[in-house]
Each structure stands twice: as C-alpha cells, then as structure tokens.
C-alpha cells in the first residue's frame, strides 16, 4: 500500500484492522463539524519509529487539525510540513516529546500550533514543557489523565535579547522543569485540566527558587480556566500566608469541581465574568472580593454582588447564606434557581423585595411547604416549579407581572393558585404536569389574560368550569395522562377556541 495519502487531493478515506501498522486511520475534510482537513490516526502496539513512513505527510501542507493515539514520538522534521496544523490532539503516548532531526537536538524549532490536547499520557511535566517550547503561538491547552505531571507553573517570558539564545532557552526550560513540573507558556488563553490526582499549582515564594515557576498570575493572557478531579491543586495557597489567589487578573471565566480546598479566597479576579464551583466537599469558607463584571455564578456559596444576575443552588443543603438582609444586595439578580435543596423549607424572607428578578425556578426541593406569605417579587415573569411538598398556595402570592407558570410533579398539591378579578393579571402560560391531587381547576384560577393551558398526567381533573374559560384563551392541551371526561369536553370546545389538543 503506497503512503497515505498519495495524493494532495484527496478528500476522505478510513483505513480500518488491516493488519499493517495502523490499528485505525482516518482522513477527512469537516469531520466532527469543524472545518479544515483532519487526520486521526490509531497506531497499532509496538510501533516504532518507521511507522511514520507509512505517511506522506508532504502530501498534508493543508492539514489543520491531527489527532494521534498510542503513536510513536512524533519527528520534529514531519510536523515541520505540516505548515497549516492548528490543532494536535496526542493520546495513550509514554513519551510527547517532538524527536531531533538527525544530530539537530540542539536547533529549537516553532511551529504554528494554536490548540494542544494531551490525554492519557505517562510524560512527565518536563517532557510536556519541553514540548510547549515549540509552539510559540498556542492559546489553548487541555491536559487530562496525565498522572506523572505534579506541579505547574509558568515559564519566563521572552525578551528579544533572549529570543537570540534559542539554544540556552530550550535547556533553561527543560532543566528548570524538573520531574514533574509543568512550565506554561505565558501566552494562554485556554486551560483545561482534569484527572491529575497528584497535581498542585506551585507557590511564588518571592524568593529565588521557582520564581519563573510560582503561581499563574503571569498569565497574562489567560481567560478561561477548568480544572476537574485535581484534589491538591490549591493546596499550597490554603494557609494563612496565601494571601493571593493563584489565576490572574484577566481571567473571565472560571471552573473549579472537584478541589480538596476548605478555605478558598478569590481576591484579585477584577474580570471575572462566570464561577463555577462545584462539588467542592470540604469547602466550608470562601471569600470573593466584588467583580463588576460578573453575571453569572453557579457555586454552592454565594457571592453577594450587586452586578450578579444569575443565582444558582445545587445541591446545596442549606441555603442560609443568602438569608436575611445579606438577600437585598443582590439588586440586579434577574434568575434564581433552587434544585435537590433537600433542607429548603421556606423561600427566603424578604424575596419580593428583589425588584429585578424575571425567573425563579424551584426544583426536587421535598422540603419546601409554602411560597412567601409576603409574596414574591412584582418583576416575576416566569415560575417554575418541580417536586415539591406544596399543598397550595398562598392567597394572592403571585404578582400581577407574571406570565408563565409551571407546575409539575408536585405530588401533595391539591389547589392551584387563584386570582383575583379585583387585581389585574399577565399570565399568559399556565402548565400542570403530573400533580394527582388536584382535582378541579377553578374559575378564578384562569385569569383573564390567559391564552395557554396545558393539562397533563391529572387524572384526578374530571372537567374544566363550564362557564370560566377565559374569551383570551388559544391553546387547550389536555393530550396526555388525563381522564377521558376531560378530554371530551374539551373536544366539545373544538372551533371556540383556536388550537385544542385532546
């Protein structure tokens, strides 16, 4: 078989258990829905350096996107034609590190390569610096299941003087990444790592030592970040002396699960746009200084900004942190979101006072018996709730602004909500799913604006009053789960109202 491919032309081929060297191969244009031509390549085991002959990589000047998995080490000569690569995806390998060109160790070549992916690898933090050292322009890393890198750091920055000592540079790098260290380059945008249990982000002592190394904040260019599954990586900035968080100050987003960190203060973020944080198990105190620009945060502690727009608890056994006054600083919080809050019995007071909040979704939250007797807040436009304990609702709790309401799989619910005529109404959505206790929907339970109602699984709801449905009305959906009475007398209704669904 001649190397693949033979021609500059070709636009796909899939080389499948053909016996040779190749365990899989496949060669694309627009594959997985991104653009550009893609080659990914699964070698078989025991292969050597001569399995690279197998491709004619002269004929992949266009390639933009290479994906290796269990390959031998890639030569630096091969990847030097590959003038369009973008991106390199390297899986299953023991060693990532580029090899020489004859005698040629000691030229440091660069190569265009913006996005690098290492997964599955037993390189160690040196071989990976090594590695990074060629590709002067890459914005994105993800590195996963790479259990031999233990620390991470950042590298010096190049001046102009240093970038004609091409040579000394690549030693200094190799040498000052010791075993398991990992030096990243400054000019990252993207950071992705997840399952490297052993890993920790070295400290910046001050001092001499691992001072090109200490921290991230030389990141200068760093605006997404996820780490997942990395248990020590915050470990060395979790005493009293860590004053200084570790992520630099341009970052926009940050994404942290899985971290064995109790304390966690996060004080130089001034750009920080979206938190994450989630099962963080032994975090019990976390302190955020304020972010103008923050919108959205989805942590099991909250951050009391008066910028934040979305509110959401996870999980979150209590909800106390947000009780009380501490509630009325979050002035612009437009959605609030409960769910599994196993603990959640009461909304918390003072609710309605939030002037802004256009959404509040409450779900798998079995504690929670009632709404606030105060009521909620009169810029509510949508409610939602799932799987609650509720067997009716307050008179008069829902605002006037609301438009949407749904409820479903609240099992002891037996009223819906009522309106009254003497107020004026919005709602213009009404949904009941799955709440076998309610028997009768009531007139005044259909306010007059509204132009949606959708029954479904209440098979309890014999018949809908004869007299109350509202003249707005324009969609009846009684289609799933009801009693057969129900749906014939909506039948009847065929040609009074525009959509009937039975």
């Known amino acids: 078989m001649p190397p693949i491919p033979w021609t500059s032309s070709l636009f796909s081929t899939e080389i499948a258990e053909t016996g040779s060297t190749f365990e899989k191969l496949t060669y694309s244009k627009g594959r997985y829905e991104k653009p550009g031509l893609s080659l990914e390549i699964w070698a078989a085991d025991g292969a050597d350096s001569l399995f690279w002959k197998a491709l004619a990589f002269c004929n992949l000047s266009a390639l933009q996107r290479l994906y290796l998995s269990n390959c031998p080490p890639l030569p630096l000569n091969i990847i030097q034609m590959l003038t369009c690569l973008q991106c390199l995806t390297i899986s299953g390998c023991s060693s990532i590190v580029l090899s020489p060109i004859g005698g040629e160790s000691h030229v440091r070549y660069e190569f265009p390569l913006e996005e690098l992916c290492i997964f599955d690898s037993g390189a160690s933090g040196k071989e990976l610096s090594q590695l990074l050292s060629h590709f002067p322009r890459l914005t994105t890393l993800e590195i996963a299941h790479c259990e031999m890198i233990t620390e991470v ?31 990243l380059p400054t000019q990252l945008h993207k950071l992705s790592v997840q399952n490297c249990s052993q890993l920790r982000i070295v400290p910046n002592s001050g001092g001499d030592n691992n001072q090109a190394a200490g921290g991230l904040q030389r990141l200068c260019s760093l605006r997404k970040v996820r780490f997942e599954k990395c248990p020590n990586l915050l470990s060395s900035y979790s005493g009293s002396s860590s004053s200084c968080f570790p992520f630099p100050t341009s970052l926009e987003k940050l994404d942290l699960c899985k971290i064995e960190q109790v304390n966690m203060a996060i004080t130089n973020l001034s750009s920080l746009e979206e938190l994450k944080l989630t099962n963080m198990d032994a975090l019990t105190n976390l302190s955020i200084s304020p972010s103008s620009k923050l919108h959205t945060l989805n942590i099991r502690c909250s951050l009391l900004s008066t910028s934040l727009t979305t509110l959401n608890f996870f999980g979150s056994e209590e909800v106390e942190p947000i009780l009380g006054e ?91 909500p009522t309106f009254s005529d003497s107020l004026p109404t ?13 028997k009768s929907v009531p007139k005044d339970a259909l306010p007059s604006s509204l132009q ?51």
Not at 452 to 480: A, F, T
Not at 486 to 497: A, P, T, V, Y
């Open 153 to 183: 750091g950042v590298s010096e920055q190049q001046s102009g003087s240093q970038q004609q000592h091409q040579r000394k540079e690549e030693e200094e790098i190799v040498a000052t990444a010791e075993g398991g260290l990992l030096l």
């Open 326 to 416: 501490a509630l009325l600083l979050l002035t612009s919080l437009q959605e609030l979101v409960f769910v599994y809050c196993d603990k959640l019995q009461f909304l918390p007071a003072g609710l309605h006072k939030l002037a802004s909040i256009k959404y509040l979704g409450i779900a798998e939250c079995p504690s929670l018996q009632s709404l606030p007797k105060d009521g909620l807040p009169s810029s509510l436009q949508q409610l939602e709730i799932t799987s609650c304990s509720m067997k009716s609702f307050p008179k008069d709790s829902l605002p006037s602004s609301l438009q949407q309401l749904h409820i479903s799989r609240c099992s002891e619910l037996e009223l819906l």
């Open 426 to 438: 919005s709602l213009q959505k009404l949904e009941i799913w799955d709440c076998p206790a309610i």
């Open 452 to 502: 949606e109602l959708v029954i479904r699984m209440c098979p309890e709801i014999k018949s809908l009053p004869e007299d109350g449905l509202p003249k707005s009305l324009r969609v009846l959906d009684v289609s799933y789960g009801n009693s057969e009475e129900l749906k014939r007398q909506c039948r009847r209704l065929i040609g009074e109202i525009p959509i009937i669904i039975a």
